[in-house]
């Protein structure tokens, strides 16, 4: 196994500059009494878009055409034309799907009790592939699904035990960790959510422990492991002060990002309860954002994510408490868009709901290697009146 030190560093200047942006792109508006690119009757909750490389975009409904039935929508950016790619039973759920490079879409049906499988459907054939069957491999339940550009399946899966286990399908199952036992060497008592690239690198915060041990008593660490010829190489990104008294945080966000050229980001509190938005390369630690500073008084909890770039997007709210989209480098910091701000929209002009005690966005911002970012949102008239939840991206200037 291979461990390395914690090293501390704070923003500096660098040659990551941050793109200019185009103005927000509409993807899709959910309302009772009219949609674009969608059935009328159809609803978002909390979704969280999916983003690939050619700026390609798939998301959850929860609701479609007049329905209570969950599904799965899809659209090319470079295609007028969108399509809902899955319908899920009455009696089913869905979870949050996402997209690769291929155009694959991978998703999971389940009920309350056990999972259906997992599923891919081609954009290019129009044709779906049960890649793991859930009452035959005792999954209850797959989440942070996803197809990596070679064709293997990765997800969190809890079984018939109620233990969770982070797994490869490609033919077979692969177990990689399994919660209740020693992983890379570290006793794991609980798996949160992981992010995985196209090389199989595996970053995610564990909770140290055995089987049960899951109290806030217990020490947290992010770790980062690579498969080699011999099995994993492991690598501490950060850990909590429990297990290291030198280190300078005391927590961690669940949500763990890494791009595809291993890049990590992860959000770690103080001991002052503060929390601040972390940059691992290479074995150094950068610290990109702090509450309090560079305008952000609150940085939200939801998953931020990280391109091969260094750029990372994420949900936080500004000294006004209104919340907004950002990204962030090692050279500066840009919002992107906040509560309150003018939209265009498929109906005119708008603006992102400011409305007190009712968020203006929803689920976790995704970004591609391109800088393109995607997130769902309230959207309003200049007024102020909700005219619906929508998706947008917003592109680099010249893509």
């Known amino acids: 196994m291979k461990t390395l030190g914690l090293s501390l560093f704070f923003l500096a200047s660098s040659s990551w500059a941050l793109p200019s942006y185009q103005a927000p792109e509409m993807q899709v508006r959910a309302h009772y009494r009219n ?3 969608l059935p009328p009757l159809t609803y978002l909750s909390n979704t969280s878009p999916s983003i690939n490389n050619h700026g390609d975009v798939t998301l959850k409904l929860m609701a479609v055409d007049g329905t209570p039935n969950q599904a799965v929508w899809f659209k090319a950016k470079n295609h007028s034309k969108w399509q809902i790619v899955f319908v899920a039973p009455e009696d089913r759920y869905v979870s949050d799907p996402t997209v690769n490079d291929r155009g694959e879409i ?11 499988g997992l599923y891919v459907f081609d954009t290019k054939s129009g044709t779906t592939v049960e890649k793991l069957s859930g009452p035959a491999n005792k999954m209850v339940y797959m989440a942070y699904v996803q197809t990596l550009n070679d064709g293997t399946s990765v997800f969190r899966g809890m079984g018939t035990e109620f233990d969770r286990g982070f797994y490869e399908v490609n033919g077979g199952l692969k177990t990689i960790a399994m919660e209740g036992q020693k992983n890379f060497g570290t006793p794991s008592a609980y798996l949160f959510k992981p992010a995985v690239n196209d090389q199989k690198h595996w970053a995610f915060k564990v909770r140290v422990g055995e089987r049960g041990e899951i109290g806030n008593e217990q020490s947290d660490q992010i770790l980062l492991v690579k498969p080699t010829p011999q099995g994993y190489d492991k690598i501490i990104v950060a850990q909590d ?10 927590g961690f966000g669940n949500g763990v990002t890494m791009a595809q050229n291993g890049l990590v980001a992860f959000v770690g509190h103080d001991q002052s309860n503060i929390k601040s938005l972390i940059l691992w390369e ?10 309090g500073q560079n305008g952000i008084s ?3 909890l939801f998953s931020p994510k990280v391109n091969s770039n260094g750029v990372v997007a994420f949900r936080a709210k500004n000294e006004k408490g209104l919340r907004g989209i950002y990204v962030v480098s090692k050279d500066g ?23 007190k005690d009712f968020p203006g966005f929803a689920g976790d911002v ?34």
């Open 333 to 355: 910091i840009k919002r992107l868009i906040g509560e309150g701000d003018s939209i265009p929209t498929d109906l005119g002009p708008g603006q992102i709901l400011q409305r």
């Open 366 to 399: 995704d970004i591609n290697e391109k800088n393109e970012v995607v997130f769902a949102c309230v959207v309003a008239t200049t007024d102020n009146q909700i005219t619906g939840d929508a998706v947008y991206r917003i592109s680099p200037a010249g893509l």
């Open 282 to 291: 290479n074995g150094n630690l950068t610290t990109l954002v702090r509450e």
């Open 35 to 37: 949609a674009y690119n």
């Open 298 to 300: 609150e940085l939200e």
């Open 241 to 250: 002060n429990k297990s290291d008294v030198t280190s300078p945080f005391t």
């Open 106 to 116: 991978t998703y999971s049906s389940y009920t309350e009790v056990m999972s259906d």
